[in-house]
């Protein structure tokens, strides 16, 4: 379990987020995994869920796992409840705007001149 705050991705006020994410894995020493000899082939199953991960020596560094696991549960566009892009005025649908719809006005406003 994880208490979270990161910046809402409309006005950056803060989003409080509660993770609660259980973590099963299966970790194999290296030494169990059968080591493949040149020309052979090697099946590995993609889809499993309990597919093992392998670690060196007598011992799991858990940080990586535990990162691993946050960052994916995290949502990645955190808003407060009821906030949009609508709320702060801002025209989605509307006109392009931006650097290359200014430029296709002034292209539009040569045009007419001729």
């Keep these: 379990?994880?208490?979270?705050?990161?910046?809402?991705?409309?006005?950056f006020e803060p989003v409080g987020q509660h993770v609660d994410e259980i973590v099963d894995r299966v970790f194999l020493p290296e030494a169990?995994?059968?080591?493949?000899?040149?020309?052979?082939?090697?099946?590995v199953d993609l889809d499993d869920e309990d597919?093992?991960?392998?670690i060196d020596g007598p011992e799991v560094d858990l940080s990586a796992l535990l990162i691993?696991?946050?960052?994916?549960a995290i949502d990645p566009y955190p808003r407060l409840p009821?906030?949009?892009l609508d709320s702060l005025g801002i025209d989605v649908a509307g006109a392009p705007a931006g650097p290359f719809a200014a430029l296709e006005k002034l292209k539009k406003s040569t045009d007419i001149d001729r």
């Design 1 to 11: 379990m994880a208490d979270i705050v990161q910046p809402s991705v409309v006005t």
């Design 32 to 43: 169990h995994t059968p080591k493949p000899t040149p020309g052979s082939e090697v099946f």
């Design 51 to 54: 597919f093992p991960d392998h």
């Design 68 to 72: 691993e696991t946050l960052a994916l």
């Design 82 to 84: 009821g906030e949009s």
